[in-house]
């Protein structure tokens, strides 16, 4: 059959600059280094790359990207530098900033730092903002294939796709990708097309055993034609990956699947399989992470990779994005989500796969842990797990503390941050 195809070549979103003089800074002026800030009249700018371009570009936030500087107290001798000030004033008599700017939460470093849930938060979403901003896409294209009776949703994945591939960058990941759309018409073609991508009979004889879904991975995908809107990666041992989606006309206007969240979910799940590659768990793990990583950061690890690659510029639009996994979670007590946590087995998760804990739950699991250690940390995680190491003794070499007591800790903090809502 005839392949509708788009190829998309990327543009890499890199972020902030220097600053030039003052006045100059403003939307669509020209800027000199990516990645650098600035802040004018209470408005925060950053140096984007634009075509060929560098220019600011007006960031919408509530927390600045920067810690502020604290200024020392002022002495009689004047400086010779400017400072900044609301508007001159004739004596150094104190008075309060009518309009103050809001309190930068601690940073915490281990578990026993986190005095409030805003600190998990803020600084999930900062140190993910910085690591985008100061990173290189791998990824350099997409391509989209869609089917001959189909259409996609978001017609321009690359940039997602780049983004997450930011967020994550230092571990393997593929440079290019493509991106399968298919309506539940074009089922057969859609499985054909599978069958033809994976290109290694082994690993497709794992993926399509009977425990696994059986033969059928474009069905499962897309049951109804108004069902047909669930998502599904795939890694060879090769390294090739491609991205399945299903496509509903009317979810037209579904911000998940047509603003790049979607994308980004997939695109992480595709930097997790990698890490197995060239390991001894390859074929098993590329075939079902699930087999040896929790489902919790599978699911949630991936949503939270969506939440922040989407919302990296903006802390107030992440805290308002994150509230859809918060909202779903379950209200629950400590040791419920200690046994949730950390279970007798995977198999344990199973209940769960349609009702979304694994997603929500795992979300603010991974959302605390990469307040501590940052957005890489479950990518490094799933690495030593890759390498044949326990979840226990994945998590000890990285933060250096029992798995099994901090299982309390984030159970705790999940808990009680769910029955505030």
Known sequence: MKLQRIFAFGVSIALLTTLPAVSAVKSGAPCKKIGASAKVKGKSFICVK???????????????????????????????????????????????????????????????????????????????????????????????????????????????????????????????????????????????????????????????????????????????????????????????????????????????????????????????????IGSSLELDGLASLKQHVPWWLVEGGADFGGFASKYYLSYEDYLQGRMRDVYQSPKNDKSWYEEFINPPSNQYWIQFNSSGEIYNVGFMITEILSALKGPGVQMEIIKLIAKGKSMDQAFESIFGTPWKSAVGEIASLISAERARY
Not at 164 to 188: C, H, M, N, W
């Open 50 to 276: 634009s075509g060929k371009k560098k220019i600011w570009n007006k960031v919408k936030e509530e927390y600045p990207l920067a810690l502020p500087t604290i200024s020392q107290t002022p002495t009689p001798t004047p400086s010779t530098s400017p400072t900044p000030s609301l508007s001159p004033m004739p004596t150094f008599t104190p008075a309060p900033s009518p309009s103050p700017s809001p309190t930068i939460p601690q940073e915490p470093k281990n578990f026993s730092d986190i005095t409030s849930y805003e600190q998990i938060t803020y600084w999930a979403w900062r140190k993910s903002s910085e690591k985008i901003q100061a990173s290189e896409s791998t990824v350099r294209s997409v391509e989209i294939l869609i089917g001959p009776k189909s259409g996609i949703l978001n017609k321009n994945p690359l940039e997602a796709t780049q983004i997450t591939s930011r967020l994550y960058s230092g571990f393997a990941q593929p440079k290019d990708l493509k991106f399968v759309s298919y309506s539940y018409e074009d089922i057969p073609w859609a499985q054909n097309l599978i069958d033809t991508l994976i290109n290694d009979e082994d690993l497709r004889n794992l993926i399509q055993s009977p425990n696994r879904g059986g033969k059928e991975n474009a069905r499962v995908i897309c049951p109804t034609v108004e069902r047909c809107h669930s998502s599904s990666p795939f890694t060879n041992r090769a390294g090739k990956s491609f991205v399945i989606a299903g496509y509903t006309p009317s979810r037209v206007n579904n911000e998940v699947e047509t603003k790049g969240e979607l994308q980004s979910h997939e695109f992480t799940h595709v930097i997790q399989q990698h890490q197995f």
